[in-house]
C-alpha cells in the first residue's frame, strides 16, 4: 500500500506478530528466533525507505521478554521494551542547544518513557485531542523537523502549547475522578492544581525574547504529569470484599 502513490492516511497502524510467536516457540537465543527477527528489520528497512518527508514512523514493542520467551509477568525484562522513531526530515531535538533539558531519550535522562505516553504523543503529532483518561506526557523528543517561520522560539511555543494542553486534559480527568471516587488526598490533588497553574502562568509569559519561560512550563508539564500517574498508580482500587465473594461464588459452582 505505501508503493501506491494514491494511499492516503492519517494514521497507520501494524502490529508484527511473528517475532512474539518465535519467542514463545524457541526461546530468545534460537537461530529460527534470530532468523525472524532478519525479516523483521528487512520489513523495517523498506518501510523507511517508502514513506514521505511527512511521515514519521515509531517503532515500539507492547512488553519485553525474558530469555526464555516468556512474558506476563513484571520483572525488568518483561515490562521493558524499546521505542525507536524515524522522520526523514530529522527531529527538532537538534536545533537548540537547551531542549536537553526537556527530552526523555536515554542520552538525556535516566527515567523511562511510559507507554501512555505514545497516546499524548501521537495526538500530537496528529493534532487531535487526547484521549479524556490519559496521564501520560508528550514525548518531546519526536517532534519532527516542523521548518517554524518564526525561529527558535516558534518551535519551543509549540512545544509548550502542546505540554500545557496535555497538562489541563491531566487536570480534568483528575478532577472528574476525584469527584466520582474521593479516592485521593486532596492535598495531593492540590498539589497538581498548582502544578497547572504554574504551567498556565509561565505560558502566558513566552515572548519571543523570553523562550526561557516556554522551557520552564514543559519541565513542569512533565513533572504534572509524572506526578499525575504516582498519584493514580498508588491509590488501591481493589474491592476485596467483592473479590471474595466473586473466589466463593465460583468455589460453589465446581
Do not use: W
Request: with cysteine.
Amino acid at each position: 500500500k505505501l508503493q501506491d502513490k494514491n494511499f492516503d492516511f492519517d494514521l497507520l497502524f501494524t502490529h508484527l506478530i511473528s517475532v512474539d510467536h518465535m519467542a514463545h516457540a524457541y526461546g530468545l537465543g534460537d537461530a529460527r528466533m534470530a532468523a525472524q527477527i532478519k525479516v523483521f528489520d528487512e520489513f523495517i528497512a523498506d518501510v523507511l525507505k517508502m514513506v514521505d518527508d511527512d511521515t514519521t514512523v515509531l517503532i515500539f514493542g507492547d512488553h519485553g521478554s525474558k530469555f526464555s520467551g516468556v512474558h506476563g509477568g513484571g520483572s525488568e525484562d518483561e515490562m521493558t521494551t524499546a521505542i525507536l522513531a524515524y522522520n526523514k526530515k530529522g527531529f527538532e531535538k537538534y536545533s537548540r542547544k537547551d531542549l536537553d533539558k526537556v527530552m526523555r531519550s536515554v542520552k538525556e535522562t535516566t527515567s523511562s518513557t511510559k507507554q501512555q505516553d505514545l497516546t499524548s504523543t501521537i495526538s500530537m503529532l496528529m493534532g487531535v485531542p487526547i484521549p479524556f483518561s490519559n496521564l501520560g506526557q508528550i514525548i518531546n523528543d519526536i517532534y519532527p523537523i516542523m521548518g517554524s517561520n518564526e525561529g527558535e522560539c516558534g518551535f519551543v511555543t509549540q512545544m509548550a502549547h502542546d505540554n500545557n494542553l496535555n497538562s489541563l486534559q491531566i487536570v480534568n480527568y483528575i478532577k472528574k475522578f476525584q469527584e466520582e471516587t474521593h479516592l485521593f488526598e486532596q492535598t495531593k490533588v492540590d498539589e497538581i492544581n498548582n502544578l497547572a497553574q504554574e504551567i498556565g502562568s509561565l505560558y502566558d509569559q513566552i515572548t519571543p525574547a523570553n523562550c526561557n519561560k516556554a522551557i520552564d512550563a514543559i519541565i513542569k508539564a512533565q513533572s504534572l504529569s509524572e506526578t499525575s500517574y504516582n498519584l493514580v498508580r498508588g491509590a488501591g482500587t481493589f474491592d476485596m470484599g467483592l473479590i471474595s465473594q466473586g473466589y466463593i461464588l465460583l468455589a460453589l459452582t465446581i
